[in-house]
């Protein structure tokens, strides 16, 4: 069994900064892309930001220069760092991750259940 699960959401002022951390767990033999998601009340999951196994990284428009994704490939964990936290960042966020389960050969995207990220003054 595989689970990713968030940790570091809370409320936060506009302007503040926040980091989320999700650690991945259980017969995992091999982690490719992994991502962070949110989703606003509302409003569809959209992709913040992106890292491959290599650390390439992409990320959203709205948040290029305020979020800064990495990961420990040894920890199976990815972090991101928000900072200049607006309104419009409140959301869900989900991490994400594109991973090979031992037993299995076939990669497969999993999720975690989300933490909750409220910018507000």
């Known amino acids: 069994q595989v689970q990713l699960v968030e940790s570091g959401g809370g409320l936060v002022q506009p302007g503040g900064s926040l980091r989320l951390s999700c650690a991945a767990s259980g017969s995992i033999v091999s982690i490719k892309d992994m991502g962070w998601y949110r989703q606003a009340p509302g409003k569809e999951r959209e992709l913040v930001a992106g890292i491959t196994s290599t650390g390439s990284t992409n990320y959203a428009d709205s948040v290029k220069g305020r979020f800064t994704i990495s990961r420990d490939n040894a920890k199976n964990t990815m972090y991101i760092q928000m900072s200049t936290l607006k309104p419009e960042d409140t959301a869900v966020y989900y991490c994400?991750?594109?991973?090979?389960?031992?037993?299995?050969?076939?990669?497969?995207?999993?999720w975690g259940r989300g933490t909750q990220v409220t910018v507000s003054s």
């Open positions: 994400n991750a594109r991973l090979l389960r031992a037993g299995t050969l076939v990669y497969r995207d999993y």
